[in-house]
């Protein structure tokens, strides 16, 4: 429908059903998934309750009182304006409260199957004023249990729980917040220090980093004022809501993070999966992202503008690192001995072996997590190993870090805490002139624990970079070369971590970052004993060093494997193709394993 007042003859015969109190329990769903799919729709629903309100407190009043509706209560997805069930009769001359709640399904269906009848000839009467007391005060429905009449305050509703607490402070809240702690819809927090984490009723789980104030709406909602956060949402529904004050921001079935700041700028980047971001000022504008699309929307004098931006690498990475286990999914990895990413699974239905919409399986415990606002095309033309084979063509949009990422696990006869062998194909794409010249032009593989930490946690690290750091001190690192333009890799000179790449940490190999050239890479695991060794195949040689030292000594958790490419400037045609990611336990040809022979 294109005009809120012009209804389709379907959402009158409903709506007028629903009031009927007649409505089926085919005909609920159809009208909930109209609602959902229509502002139009929602609207004019806002409009009809208002009039049956108004005639039903006629009745029984005999005046009328006219109620205004807030337009977000319309605009907000996920969160439309329905009352769900009525859960305790109401009699006309009382003053008990009413009740509106939903309650028992889990699935947050907007609309139950139909009202129950109430005693007395108030029956139309009592549930439209829910209606309007609810459309006055700007309450979303969706999920919370509202106990109102006459101006009583609403009742609190528990929607979430602190699950861990990681040097939290609070500020403005009584009594004691500790782990097992529950949170009321409504209920306003400030986290002045550390990192929370809460697990809602609708299912996701969300992860705060202070300074932030936000505030629990309902079991699928959460506003925040200012802050940073992380979501990860896997419960039965898809539509868990982050509303800033710039945007809301619906889950598609994702993990995602939003940061709200205080310039009128709401930060939104996708992890895995799709959201849709929507301004508050005006619901049309809205986009939707894919995985690793980063966003900021801003209000100015010209309205509010969802413009594509270059996320900052680091933002949300200690928060990823708190959500990581409700990111993965750990199983017995199922009957095999080597976890594969080929590329091959884009036409089937469960899709391990793709890119979007990848899901954990066959050893892997993550779907592919990325960055940089990524283009994947599975293509089968130039193929980077047998003709026709396919593989993972990747182009990405502005942004400095360009990266995807995926953790693998056990399967029947693969055990990742063993001495195992990693190998893929690789190839350059892009041009190759808008690559170099500077040291943060980087191309770096590693392991790391969670998905984008290139920081002294990472374990084995191969990689090209651009130029030396020429930066004088202070504000340079005293020491601080590389082999620019030479594939490198990593082995530790200390017994620390070292916190920067630096050539005294660096092997260079003496061969030449190529361009359109198939590359072959091995590295094989040693988690006990914090090494590993490392080999290099190009069009014409080959490099192998054993014995390489972890950058980090204790990475023995580091199974998230990265393929990354980065950049000094936002806007370069840099991209790579990927293809025969292997990951199997080492056997007695040790490299050999990884690196076919010229």
Avoid at 12 to 23: F, G, I, K, Q, Y
Avoid at 351 to 371: C, H
Avoid at 566 to 582: H, I, N, P, Q
Wanted: hydrophobic share 35%; proline share 5%.
């Amino acid at each position: 429908m294109t005009d809120a007042s012009q209804p389709s003859r379907e959402l009158e015969s409903l709506l007028a059903a629903l009031c009927d109190d007649r409505l089926s329990p085919d005909q609920s769903e159809r009208l909930e998934t109209l609602l959902r799919s229509s502002r139009d729709a929602r609207r004019y629903y806002i409009k009809y309750m208002h009039l049956h309100c108004a005639v039903g407190r006629y009745c029984a009043s005999g005046s009328v009182e006219p109620v205004t509706a807030r337009n977000e209560i319309v605009d907000f997805p996920g969160e439309v304006f329905v009352a769900s069930r009525v859960a305790e009769t109401m009699r006309a001359e009382s003053d008990k409260a009413v009740v509106v709640s939903e309650q028992g399904d889990g699935g947050g269906a907007l609309l139950s199957p139909h009202f129950p009848r109430i005693l007395g000839p108030w029956s139309l009467a009592a549930v439209s004023a829910v209606v309007c007391v609810a459309v006055a005060l700007g309450i979303v429905l969706n999920r919370v249990e509202i106990i109102s009449r006459e101006g009583q305050a609403s009742a609190a509703v528990v929607v979430a729980e602190l699950t861990s607490d990681h040097g939290c402070v609070w500020a403005g809240r009584q009594g004691a917040f500790d782990v097992g702690s529950k949170l009321s819809s409504g209920e306003r927090v400030e986290l002045v220090k550390g990192v929370a984490k809460l697990a809602f009723q609708g299912g996701a789980t969300v992860v705060v980093k202070s300074p932030a104030v936000f505030e629990p709406v309902t079991a699928m909602s959460v506003r925040v004022q200012r802050g940073s956060l992380v979501v990860r949402s896997d419960g039965p529904r898809k539509d868990f809501t982050v509303i800033s004050p710039e945007a809301s921001i619906v889950d598609l079935g994702t993990s995602f993070g939003v940061c709200a700041g205080d310039q009128g700028v709401t930060d939104v980047e996708v992890f895995e999966g799709k959201v849709e971001v929507q301004t508050e000022a005006v619901p049309r504008n809205r986009r939707i992202l894919g995985l690793g699309e980063a966003v900021q929307v801003r209000r100015g004098k010209q309205g509010t503008r969802i413009n594509t931006v270059a996320a900052r690498e680091e933002q949300f990475a200690d928060l990823l690192a708190v959500i990581w286990d409700d990111i993965r999914q750990v199983d017995d990895g199922g009957t095999g001995s080597v976890v594969v990413a080929d590329f091959d699974d884009a036409q089937h239905q469960k899709k391990v072996d793709s890119f979007y919409g990848s899901t954990p399986g066959r050893g892997w415990l993550t779907p592919w997590l990325a960055g940089g606002n990524p283009k994947g095309v599975i293509r089968r033309d130039d193929a980077l190993s047998g003709e026709g084979d396919p593989y993972l063509s990747l182009k990405f949009g502005r942004a400095n870090g360009r990266v995807i990422a995926r953790e693998y696990g056990r399967r029947s006869d693969f055990d990742p805490s063993k001495p195992h062998v990693i190998s893929w194909r690789w190839r350059f794409e892009g041009d190759p002139k808008q690559f170099g010249g500077h040291y943060q032009d980087r191309i770096l593989f590693y392991g790391a624990p969670t998905l984008r930490h290139n920081t002294g946690d990472n374990s084995w690290i191969i990689g090209v970079v651009g130029a030396a750091d020429e930066t004088p001190p202070p504000k340079g690192p005293e020491l601080r070369h590389f082999f620019p333009m030479r594939w490198f890799v990593y082995d530790r000179h200390g017994d620390e971590s070292s916190k920067m790449l630096d050539g005294r940490d660096m092997i260079d190999t003496g061969m030449e970052f190529k361009p359109n050239v198939v590359y072959q890479f091995a590295v094989v695991v040693y988690p006990d004993e914090s090494r590993y060794d490392a080999a290099i195949r190009d069009d014409e040689k080959t490099f192998s060093r054993t014995g390489l030292l972890f950058r980090f000594p204790k990475s023995k958790g580091a199974n998230v494997i990265h393929f990354n490419i980065r950049t000094a400037k936002e806007k370069k045609d840099l991209g790579f193709s990927l293809d025969s990611v292997r990951i199997e336990q080492l056997q007695d040809g040790g490299l050999k394993q990884g690196i076919e022979p010229l």
